[in-house]
């Protein structure tokens, strides 16, 4: 069976075991890492069938490398709230790598440059507490270091937030970037002309 029809039928398997539950269905979204190799993906898809989850979309970005080289995916998926933590457990046991998971809906989007040595601080310790103290989801980051990571590099990120929190993000990345001694650009936005 090709990968396509096997997805297919852990997806038809899903609908069938939601059907079996008493409880109400939830969207939620997960985002991985995966290994650029053959048959991943199907790998990390399936504990969500195995689990009662219902595929939603995926969202693969192959072109794109996380901080760690690997290939991020986030999967928008259904299933009751009990059967969630099994879902999220079942992907840990099958050694995908789940960056995040839970029932969060971001309303807003919005992108920073950071300007520095960003490599030499620490580029994935700040990403994290980015995502952590600002409590923001980082889904995009393109890097530029024209003169190699020793020297001063460029970092675009797009963050993923709650609708009407973009204040006090840019707080936040604000205090990050003064601490690493990085230049924060933020997008210009209109006035009241």
Request: aromatic fraction near 2%; glycine fraction near 10%.
């Amino acid at each position: 069976m090709d990968a396509r029809k096997q997805v297919v039928a852990m997806a038809d398997e899903s609908a069938e075991d939601e059907a079996e539950t008493d409880g109400g269905v939830r969207a939620y979204t997960v985002r991985l890492e995966l290994v650029d190799e053959p048959g991943e993906l199907l790998r990390a898809l399936a504990p969500i069938a195995d689990n009662g989850g219902n595929l939603l979309s995926i969202h693969h970005e192959r072109g794109n490398i996380t901080p760690r080289g690997h290939i991020p995916v986030e999967v928008d998926l259904e299933s009751p709230p009990e059967r969630f933590d099994e879902i999220v457990e079942g992907l840990r046991d099958a050694g995908v790598n789940v960056i995040q998971a839970g029932a969060e809906h971001y309303g807003e989007e919005l992108s920073v440059v950071l300007v520095g040595h960003i490599v030499e601080n620490d580029l994935s310790g700040t990403l994290s507490r980015i995502e952590d103290e600002a409590d923001a989801v980082v889904q995009d980051l393109s890097l530029a270091a024209p003169d190699g990571t020793d020297a001063t590099s460029s970092a675009r990120i797009r963050l993923a937030i709650d609708s009407g929190r973009s204040d006090q993000v840019f707080e936040v990345v604000r205090s990050i970037g003064a601490e690493k001694e990085f230049t924060v650009v933020e997008p210009l936005v209109g006035g009241d002309a």
